[in-house]
């Protein structure tokens, strides 16, 4: 049966959701399960005569198009962090915060913790380099383990943009996002008419502005002043405009090709995925409470950053101590490569934890007050993607790793640096 809700007021006068969300708590631990598992079994590890290769296991499997439909979960994360973007800065604003004191703190709570896994993995790189570990080995390991800091930059970048474009989506919520998807479908189209994927990526900006803007429409109670059937409405019409464009060959029907670059797909992605969370939300705000989920959620949601940040880096510790202990490696996607990944989960996952707890406290852990400095908040959040950048290009390698541990640094002491008279 359909239930109606009341019609949403205006954006100005929206009534606003909580500033903790129990099912986005639970939808954000869900999200970074679901990429830690994605990239556990994308590990694709072979030994031979040439020695050791790692490849993508799952790259151009026809059979993983229609999962990855399921299990790209970005949307959602930039929703959620959206969602949690507008909500700070409202209340750091009410309480009398300018913009650059909410750009310094989403800053600091970002590069801290990047900083010392950044600085962590140039010394055992250093250290596996002079144990005599082969370059092209480590080549492929740091490359791995590159690829996934996307998210951080991008994250970091967005989130310094709040203020500007809360302020925006509250003067005119409707046009801001549809400026943003349509620069997105233009990106998308520049990089398809020209024949330079290249262009794509400045989607890395119009695509996740767009979905954290849709973030901010969650925040103001939008989806919860729709019916459930405009909620199934709203999925089924961005599901079938997926489809159309996926198989009229515009776009490609794998949704993590989709994400290098991104493109407006992942705006209509993130469509249905947040209509289908507003509408089963009473279901999940049950689930949520019971003690082992909520247990569970809290611990992930407590030190979501760290996982995020480690969980390649433990893979591939696991991975060494197999190696080191002479263990077979089945064949990628072969018989024996599938009975063997509940055990190779299990032990990424022992290995992440520990490394979590241990390292969480740099999350969490207090910075001090920074100081009120004019215009370093955003000259340090251009450090810091710096950072992510010089990592990217290469993968990680002592000589990048160290680089951007070193820019993170300097990203943080423009925060505690004496303002400027």
């Known amino acids: 049966m359909t239930i109606l809700r009341a019609p949403i007021a205006p954006a100005a006068k929206a009534v606003p959701a909580p ?71 409202r209340r750091m604003r009410d309480s009398g915060a300018t913009p650059a004191d909410f750009v310094r703190a989403r800053l600091v709570r970002l590069a801290r913790p990047a900083l010392v896994a950044f600085a962590a993995i140039a010394a055992a790189l250093a250290v596996a380099t002079a ?24 994250y970091l970048g967005i989130s310094a943009l709040v203020p500007l474009l809360g302020r925006l989506h509250e003067r ?29 990526f400045g989607n890395l900006a119009f695509v996740w502005l767009a979905v954290q803007q849709i973030g901010f429409w969650y925040a103001d109670g939008w989806f919860r002043f729709r019916s459930d059937g405009q909620l199934l409405t709203g999925a089924l019409g961005a599901f079938a405009l997926l489809l159309a464009s996926t198989t009229s060959g515009l776009y490609p029907a794998d949704m993590l090709a989709n994400l290098n670059p991104p493109t407006a797909n992942l705006v209509l992605l993130g469509v249905v995925q947040v209509c289908l969370l507003a509408r089963f939300t009473g279901r999940l705000a049950v689930f949520v409470e019971r003690p082992g989920v909520r247990s569970a959620v809290d611990a992930i949601g ?10 390649m880096p433990a893979l591939v510790l ?10 077979p490696w089945p064949e990628p996607l072969g018989i024996g490569w599938w009975l063997t990944r509940g055990s190779w989960l299990a032990g990424v996952a022992l290995v992440l934890i520990p490394l979590t707890a241990q390292l969480g406290r740099f999350e969490r852990g207090s910075t001090g007050t920074p100081r009120r400095a004019r215009g370093l908040a955003p000259a340090g959040v251009l450090v810091a993607i710096a950072a992510v950048v010089a990592v990217l290009v290469t993968g990680f390698t002592v000589i990048s790793a160290t680089i951007a541990a ?9 925060q ?5 008279v």
């Open 302 to 311: 407590k030190h979501s950053l760290t996982v995020y940040l480690w969980h």
């Open 172 to 200: 005119a919520p409707r046009a801001t996002l549809a400026v943003l998807v349509a620069c997105a479908l233009g990106v998308d189209q520049l990089a398809m008419g020209t024949g330079i994927p290249a262009i794509g």
């Open 318 to 327: 696991f991975a060494a101590v197999l190696l080191v202990l002479g263990l």
């Open 19 to 89: 500033s903790r969300d129990r099912v986005l708590d639970l939808v954000r631990a869900g999200c970074l399960v679901v990429v830690v598992v994605l990239h556990a079994m994308m590990a694709g590890i072979e030994t031979g005569e040439s020695g050791i290769q790692i490849r993508n296991a799952l790259e151009n499997q026809q059979w993983f198009t229609p999962v990855s439909w399921v299990i790209q979960v970005m949307p959602l994360f930039f929703i959620v962090g959206g969602f949690a973007g507008i909500t700070q800065w």
């Open 131 to 154: 144990a005599g570990v082969p370059a092209e080995l480590l080549a492929q390991v740091g490359f791995r383990m590159g690829q996934p800091m996307w998210f951080i930059g991008v």
């Open 416 to 420: 505690h640096a004496p303002a400027s």
């Open 406 to 414: 070193a820019l993170l640094l300097i990203a943080l002491r423009m």
